[in-house]
């Protein structure tokens, strides 16, 4: 059973950085693009950054680019979030996700539990 | 972006009811269409990918359906276990995005 859980939420000033990092189990890592999805409290679901299997290629949302960066590493079967200039509407749960699927379909599967990120003074 | 418009936002159903979703897209997505149903404190769970894929595992109760800019989640005979936020989410374009979600909540 495919498996993920993230680590390394923590509260953090307005400016500072944190780096979260999701361990995946139960598949082959190297194979799967991921995902980082966060949820502010009370509120919706929010795409953050992608990364292909290889690590190659990376995908930003509007709100984290040039902030955040994705990564991986997959001898350790482990993605990875570096933020930095963190603000305080970077509140939130961030979860991994999976991405599985191919042409006629991709979807996020499955979610890990997620890690709490808190930007306060 | 691709703008994802999920309604209603929230409704009230019985145990049995058949309950609609629906979910638009700004732009055709042809049937890059996921949904994910979420219980309070939990992580979403897929219920649906590629528009009307039923995810292993998943009751035959839910389906999916649309292509392009028009999508609808099903569920028939509500269950208890169905309580929750459902979110619609396209995979066609990045940014990837998420609708705004329906919640389904007990009459």
């Known amino acids: 059973e495919a498996q993920l859980l993230e680590s390394g939420g923590d509260l953090v000033q307005p400016g500072g950085s944190l780096r979260l990092s999701c361990v995946a189990s139960?598949?082959?890592?190297?194979?799967?693009?991921m995902n980082w999805v966060r949820q502010a409290p009370g509120k919706g679901l929010e795409w953050v950054s992608s990364?292909?299997?290889?690590?190659?290629?990376?995908f930003y949302s509007d709100s984290v680019k040039g902030r955040f960066t994705i990564s991986r590493d997959n001898s350790k079967n482990t993605l990875y979030l570096q933020m930095n200039s963190l603000r305080v509407e970077d509140t939130a749960l961030y979860s991994c996700a999976k991405y599985d699927g191919s042409g006629s379909g991709r979807w996020f599967d499955p979610w890990g539990q997620g890690t709490l990120v808190t930007v306060s003074s | 972006d691709i703008q994802m418009t999920q309604s209603p936002s929230s409704l009230r159903a019985s145990v049995g009811d058949r309950v609609i979703i629906t979910c638009r897209a700004s732009q055709s997505i042809s049937r890059f269409l996921n949904w994910y149903h979420q219980k309070a404190g939990k992580a979403p769970a897929l219920l649906i990918y590629?528009?009307?894929s039923l995810q292993s595992g998943v009751p035959s109760r839910f389906s999916g359906s649309g292509s392009g800019t028009d999508f609808t989640l099903i569920i028939n005979t509500l269950q208890p276990e169905d309580f929750g936020t459902y979110y619609c989410?396209?995979?066609?374009?990045?940014?990837?995005?998420f609708g705004g979600g329906t919640k389904v909540e007990i009459k």
């Open positions: 990364i292909t299997s290889g690590g190659s290629t990376t």
């Open positions: 139960g598949f082959t890592f190297s194979d799967y693009a």
């Open positions: 989410q396209q995979t066609n374009n990045y940014p990837l995005t």
């Open positions: 590629a528009a009307s």
